[in-house]
């Protein structure tokens, strides 16, 4: 497998859950529901960023490269709207 077909895979990984289903934002353990699962894993990824081993590229609604409060508020209103 070249490097770019390997990053192609992870991509697809990465935006298709386990279930072959494009993955719901907030949805980080890919069940298909966004709800306090996906919350214990933000919430253990808290603090961490880009390049730190328990640093969820899911839990970062905002982009920023950290896993921050502001991820928290936009998961929370994520799992209210459900």
């Excluded at 991509?11 to 949805?27: F, M």
Aim: glycine letters at 14%; hydrophobic letters at 45%; charged letters at 20%.
């Amino acid at each position: 497998m070249t490097r770019a077909t390997a990053l192609i895979a992870a991509l697809c990984l990465t935006l298709l859950g386990a279930g072959g289903a494009l993955a719901a934002e907030g949805d980080l353990n890919s069940d298909g529901v966004v709800d306090q699962s996906d919350l214990q894993i933000l919430q253990d990824s808290m603090g961490s960023g880009q390049g730190d081993e328990n640093f969820v590229p899911g839990a970062d609604l905002d982009g920023d490269g950290l896993i921050s409060v502001v991820d928290l508020a936009d998961l929370h209103r994520l799992i209210l709207a459900n």
